[in-house]
Nanobody
Framework: QVQLVESGGGLVQAGGSLRLSCAASGRTFSRNTMGWFRQAPGKEREFVVA????????NYAVSVKGRFTISRDNAKNTLYLQMNSLKPEDTAVYYCAAAPDIVTSRAVDYDYWGQGTQVTVSS
């Protein structure tokens, strides 16, 4: 069992920044990959970025590369998503998720999910 709790969402103007956090607990050793997904109203869930706890291998979606940065604090079992140059199209509920041991962009490969945190970007 792995528990994931997101925080840090909120309202920000276009061009602004936010940092999301995901606190992981439980059997985190069994899930080496952590990812961020997002889902906007009326849209399908979209992959944002993923990273491995061990090694720090990353995989970014083209839509956020250069603007978003994923990082992790292994000692604190905490994942971060630094979001800069935010655009209105970034508005969505952002989810933290865990997968066994592959830096995958497929939602089906992730078997643990947080409840999400709302990010709203105004123009």
């Amino acid at each position: 069992q792995v528990q994931l709790v997101e925080s840090g969402g909120g309202l920000v103007q276009a061009g602004g920044s936010l940092r999301l956090s995901c606190a992981a607990s439980g059997r985190t050793f069994s899930r080496n990959t952590m990812g961020w997904f997002r889902q906007a109203p009326g849209k399908e869930r979209e992959f944002v970025v993923a990273i491995t706890w061990r090694g720090g291998v990353t995989n970014y979606a083209v839509s956020v590369k250069g603007r978003f940065t994923i990082s992790r604090d292994n000692a604190k079992n905490t994942l971060y998503l630094q979001m800069n140059s935010l655009k209105p199209e970034d508005t969505a509920v952002y989810y933290c998720a865990a997968a066994p041991d592959i830096v995958t962009s497929r939602a089906v490969d992730y078997d643990y999910w947080g409840q999400g945190t709302q990010v709203t970007v105004s123009s």
